[in-house]
């Protein structure tokens, strides 16, 4: 059964230039990508990203990292890979969340490293589960972002909205 996953480079990805390096590796778990987004984000957004782990000591840490605010970029790359065990295969390719702990070959292991302060920079995210991952992806992107109906949509008149367009 096809499942979608979400990954997620990083600022450290974006400030290191391993945004071709990432999706090379990711390249190997065969799947379909079938959304990509150059994402700027908020605080808020990261917040609500990691808002599971609101409890721990380190949430305001990974809220600022996952924010920028440790790279100088608040830029990141949302992707979501589409095909059997996606999650599962995705996971694999990105490593142990501690770089440290992660295979060499892996995105973690390769390009990963452990700050003074204890932060895991380890360059990707990626959904944990099936449950995680819809609440992600819901989270990063609209509809009309994936060009496969991974979730059940529905057509609703907008009456009014601003929308930045092309002058």
């Avoid at 959304?35 to 990974?62: C, D, M, N, T």
């Avoid at 295979?103 to 944990?128: A, M, W």
Wanted: glycine share 6%; with cysteine.
């Amino acid at each position: 059964m096809k499942e979608p996953a979400l990954v997620i480079i990083k600022p450290d990805g974006i400030s290191k230039r391993l945004v071709g390096s990432v999706l090379t590796k990711l390249a190997q778990a065969n799947l379909d990508l079938v959304g990509i987004r150059v994402v700027r984000a908020s605080r808020e957004l990261a917040y609500a990203h990691y808002k599971h782990l609101e409890s721990k000591p380190f949430f305001p840490q990974i809220v600022s990292y996952l924010a920028g605010e440790y790279h100088k970029t608040n830029k990141l790359i949302a992707v979501i890979y589409y095909g059997s065990r996606a999650i599962k295969r995705c996971r694999k390719i990105a490593g142990d969340t501690n770089p440290e702990m992660a295979d060499p070959q892996t995105v973690r292991g390769s390009y990963g490293r452990i700050t003074r302060d204890g932060l895991f920079e380890n360059v990707v995210h990626v959904s944990s589960d099936k449950k995680e991952a819809e609440r992600e992806i819901k989270l990063w992107f609209e509809p009309d972002d994936i060009i496969e109906e991974i979730y059940p949509t529905t057509i609703k008149k907008v009456r009014t909205y601003k929308k930045k367009v092309w002058t």
